[in-house]
């Protein structure tokens, strides 16, 4: 092997592209974590989780310009972009985290929900060092080939009815004609329904060919109507609830259509674009959208929307979710 390499290296050309290789092979092997950025991430960190968010943005800035080939620097001012609404710009500052050293696994639990809520799939499918289990890889190469696309008017108002703790209210969707009673929950991420819809034709499944288990398996929901509107290949999970006629959506589902909550008049207004004009007047609330919910950014830390303090602090005011620029934009008393 080394005479196969030194004979063809001996060409000036491929001297030239194997210098460079091994350079920049040694270069991001080699990188050293700098000090003094990580102490800004972590002082970062720190200030994040007790609701500073704006000061805590400007030490991850700090710590990059510090040492911007710092993989712990950059993966910790991408995450909290795209916590904020920047998804791509978050995704690109974590794969080059990933090119300047940083752990792949580590990154890839990081990154990979970030390539789900772009509706990066074919990115999603190919991530190194990926989280996902084989079914939900599997899933992520059918929606790469396959992408989910909403059509409809360019906005409707569809009615909101009250829903259990912790939701922001409930609407009716419908799935391979069948209609269900859907609760708006924060805290899950694209669409949950029973293990019953395992054997419906309108929902593709993706598992293991050993391995049963519903909690294994990943689903896609080929047509989903909401009022006027349809959204196909929606990513779906299950859940043992028995019962059939029930459904929990997440924000990431419906914060596709920029939706607009007014529980006082029993509507949900969706935009099929996604987008709302930087103009939009309210009261605007800094967001952090995680796996695990949605938070508010509070003068005395994180509130998680739906929680009880988010729900006295908006009251009967109607509000907007605007996930593109990470923020609440509430009704103005």
């Known amino acids: 092997m080394n005479r196969w390499m030194n004979r063809w290296s001996n060409r000036p050309l491929d001297r030239c592209l194997t210098f460079v290789a091994a350079a920049l092979?040694?270069?991001?092997?080699?990188?050293?974590?700098?000090a003094a950025a990580q102490r800004y991430v972590a002082r970062a960190d720190t200030l994040l989780r007790r609701g500073r968010v704006f000061a805590a943005e400007t030490l991850y800035y700090?710590?990059?310009?510090?040492?911007?080939?710092?993989?712990?620097?950059?993966?910790?001012?991408?995450?909290y972009l795209a916590a904020r609404g920047a998804l791509r710009i978050g995704a690109v500052l974590m794969e080059e985290a990933r090119f300047f050293g940083g752990d792949p696994k580590t990154i890839g639990t990081y990154l990979a929900p970030v390539y789900a809520r772009l509706g990066d799939y074919k990115a999603l499918a190919t991530l190194p060092g990926s989280p996902l289990p084989y079914a939900e890889r599997a899933r992520a190469e059918w929606l790469g080939a396959n992408p989910p696309v909403v059509t409809g008017p360019d906005?409707?108002?569809?009615?909101?009815?009250?829903?259990?703790?912790?939701?922001?209210?409930?609407?009716s969707i419908v799935i391979g004609g069948d209609t269900l009673a859907a609760t708006i929950d924060p805290r899950v991420q694209g669409i949950s329904l029973d293990t019953a819809w395992l054997r419906r034709k309108s929902v593709k499944r993706f598992a293991a060919t050993f391995d049963n288990d519903w909690r294994n398996i990943g689903g896609v929901a080929l047509s989903v109507d909401v009022g006027p509107f349809t959204l196909t290949n929606e990513p779906t999970s299950f859940a043992a609830t028995a019962n059939s006629r029930h459904a929990r959506v997440g924000l990431d589902f419906l914060g596709q259509l920029a939706p607009t909550f007014d529980h006082a008049a029993g509507t949900l207004l969706l935009r099929k674009s996604g987008r709302l004009p930087s103009t939009a007047a309210g009261q605007r609330i800094p967001t952090l959208a995680y796996?695990?919910?949605?938070w508010l950014v509070a003068r005395d830390g994180l509130w998680p929307l739906g929680g009880t303090n988010a729900k006295t602090m908006i009251g009967t005011r109607a509000f907007t979710?605007?996930?593109?620029?990470?923020?609440?934009?509430?009704?103005?008393?």
Not at 156 to 162: E, G, R
Request: no cysteine; aromatic share 4%; proline share 11%.
């Open 321 to 333: 979710l605007d996930p593109r620029r990470g923020e609440l934009i509430v009704e103005e008393r």
């Open 25 to 34: 092979i040694t270069f991001v092997a080699v990188t050293p974590r700098d």
């Open 62 to 79: 700090y710590a990059v310009r510090r040492a911007p080939r710092d993989p712990g620097a950059r993966l910790a001012l991408g995450r």
């Open 291 to 294: 796996p695990g919910g949605l």
């Open 155 to 171: 906005s409707a108002v569809v009615p909101l009815a009250p829903g259990d703790s912790g939701s922001l209210g409930e609407i």
